[in-house]
Each structure stands twice: as structure tokens, then as C-alpha cells.
């Protein structure tokens, strides 16, 4: 059962109160991500966090309200500060070290591609087997209303109350940059508080470099993706009040660098079947038709619903460990508690 929580007050106050109802969680995603770098990288529990405390001065500058949360994880949790604050660092730096799992499939539509011409938009979320996901309904003193699908306490992935939402997709520039900017896990907060879709897409084009790609949709019909690497980025645009993205860079100009291919070249086979799927169901696609079309299996087990390889030992089994789809306009989000071909999707409202 996905673990729900609501939380409401200060940043700090909705961070103890994450923590606390979260705190077996996060200990394990510390503990699967830690020994992961331990066992494959032969680096000690010390260097792991020292190489993410290296991030602290930049994140507290740009977002002291994230740092605040932080800390309240950490109390709540019952765990140290500088380990929390290396979950919001952990994918760096296990990209850095090339210690990743196979990941997500995501999409977006609008317009004249759903059957009532209101956004939808979701995706896969795929990571190592077992990797706890949780679901936070967060109040913030302005007024501000979320629902953030908690990967961990690594990420969220957002559904605001002013009317937008946010998919993410890991994509792999050269990786001797992934110590240069400032972590996902640390911008993408500030990003999901913004008042508009532009302004969230602004501080992406100021901060974000070079680990992911981000699908922001909003209840007015603003479909826009954004990828990057580390010294530049691109706005991508919808095709046909479509898009959908998996894990390679789409951008020309990026893909000479992108290596993402040695690791999940299903990449390519996963976006090319979305996006069929969704034509085939031009002008009639609803959250129904895409809980299908997220359950697909073409390719199994490297499938948009991805299943863990049995020809692989434990310690690399990645699959899909929840499903979402948000209705910005509804303020709805429907959630499958891992992969969707097996789980039931339930609504949460804001």
C-alpha cells in the first residue's frame, strides 16, 4: 500500500511531519543507495556524504526554504542532516560513479488529443526493485496545496494547486559534469512552488543542467518540455498537443554526448511505442486510455511497465515502482502503487 502523509505549516514543521510518518523509508533508501556505492565503487559511508556535502553552500543559496525542510526530515526521521540532504544528491552522484538503473517513460497531452481537450500528463517511475515511494499532500502557510509523489526522499514528483505539474526523466550527458551544478533534488522544489508554468520553466532555464528531462503541462494547455546539458539547454514544443520522452536527449545537438544508450537503449523503443500508442488513440485519450497504454509490455521485461530482469542478479533489478497521471484542471492525480499491469490506480484530489 503506497504510504500517504499530509503535511501543513512551515517548511521545516512539514519536513518533521514527512519524516516522522516516513522514517523506516528513508532510512532504507539511504541504506540501498549507500551500499550500492559501497559495493561497486569501493567508497566508504564518509566519502559518500563528504562528495554531497560539497553541494550544501550552492543549494542553501538558492533555496534556504528546502534546506529548512531538510532539516525537519532529518529530526523526524531520526537521522543525521548531511543524510538527508545526500538523498537529494544520490542520483549525481551515483550517475557520477555509473551506478543507475533502467528508467522512465513519460508523457503529456492536450487539446485536440484528449477526448475532452483537457492536459493530462504522467509517466512510469522506474528505479531499483523495492525503492520506497510515498505520497505527500503538503499545505504550505501561503496557501500553496501539493501532491508530491516522493521517490524516496530523493525527488517529487509534483501536482500543484495552481494549476500545473511536473514529469521527470533522467537523461545522461558526459559524466565526468556530474559534480558541476546543483542536484535535481535540490531545485526542483523551488522549481514546483512557482505561481505560473513560465515561471517554473524559468528557474528550470536558470538551474537545470544536464541530468534530466522535465515535462511541465499546465490546466490552460502549456504542454512544454525541457533538456539539458551542462553548459546549455533546449525548450521542446509539443507535436500535435502531444509529447512524450523516455531517456535519451531528443535535442540534435545534444545527442553526440549521450551515452544513456549503453545502459537502457530500450530508450528508444519505449518513447517510439508511446507515442504509437497515444496516435492510435488520437482525440480520444482520458486518464483511462493512458492507464492502458502505461501497462503496456511490448518488449517485456524492458517495457514501459518495466519488470525486473531475471537475468540480471538482484542488485541491478530495476522495475517500475509506481504510475502516475495527473489532471492539472481537476487538480487529480491517479496513482498505481508499483507496475501498473498488476496494481489498481486510486485518485487523490487536492
Known amino acids: 500500500m503506497l504510504t500517504f502523509v499530509e503535511c501543513q505549516g512551515t517548511s521545516y514543521e512539514m519536513g518533521r511531519q514527512y519524516g516522522e510518518a516516513c522514517r523506516d523509508q528513508l532510512a532504507k533508501a539511504l541504506e540501498m543507495n549507500i551500499n550500492k556505492l559501497r559495493h561497486f565503487a569501493k567508497i566508504n559511508r564518509e566519502d559518500i556524504l563528504a562528495n ?66 483537457k492536459t493530462i500528463l504522467g509517466q512510469n517511475i522506474d528505479w531499483f526493485s523495492d525503492f520506497p515511494v510515498a505520497l505527500l499532500k503538503l499545505r504550505y502557510a501561503s496557501g500553496l496545496g501539493q501532491l508530491a509523489l516522493s521517490f524516496g526522499g530523493v525527488a517529487e514528483y509534483v ?70 546539458t551542462y553548459d546549455d539547454f533546449n525548450v521542446l514544443h509539443p507535436d500535435k498537443d502531444m509529447q512524450v520522452h523516455a531517456n535519451h536527449y531528443l535535442t540534435e545537438r545534444f545527442q553526440k554526448g549521450d551515452w544513456g544508450y549503453t545502459i537502457f537503449p530500450d530508450t528508444y523503443l519505449r518513447v517510439n511505442r508511446i507515442k504509437r500508442l497515444m496516435e492510435l488513440q488520437y482525440g480520444e485519450i482520458t486518464p483511462e486510455v493512458m492507464m492502458k497504454i502505461l501497462s503496456d509490455h511490448n518488449n517485456y521485461p524492458d517495457a514501459i511497465c518495466r519488470h525486473a530482469n531475471q537475468n540480471l542478479s538482484p542488485e541491478h533489478h530495476s522495475e517500475t515502482l509506481a ?28
Open 52 to 117: 554531497a556535502h560539497k553541494f550544501l553552500p550552492q543549494a542553501e543559496a538558492f533555496d534556504p526554504e528546502l534546506i529548512a525542510f531538510l532539516r525537519g526530515e532529518a529530526e523526524g526521521a531520526g537521522i543525521h542532516f548531511d543524510e538527508a540532504f545526500y538523498l537529494r544528491c544520490s542520483l549525481e552522484i551515483l550517475l557520477y560513479y555509473g551506478k543507475i538503473a533502467s528508467l522512465c517513460t513519460s508523457f503529456a497531452a492536450t487539446g485536440m488529443a484528449t477526448k475532452d481537450g
Open 159 to 228: 501536482l500543484s494547486s495552481r494549476g500545473f505539474g511536473l514529469c521527470a526523466n533522467l537523461t545522461l550527458a558526459p559524466r565526468e559534469n556530474y559534480r558541476a551544478g546543483l542536484p535535481y533534488g535540490c531545485y526542483l522544489p523551488k522549481v514546483m512552488r512557482q505561481e505560473k508554468i513560465g515561471d517554473a520553466l524559468g528557474v528550470l532555464c536558470q538551474v537545470a543542467r544536464g541530468t534530466g528531462y522535465y515535462q511541465l503541462a499546465s490546466s490552460e494547455g502549456d504542454l512544454v518540455g525541457y533538456e539539458s
Open 323 to 350: 504510475s502516475f497521471i495527473m489532471v492539472p484542471e481537476e487538480r487529480k492525480m491517479y496513482i498505481a502503487y508499483g507496475n501498473p499491469c498488476q496494481s489498481d490506480y486510486l485518485q487523490y484530489t487536492l
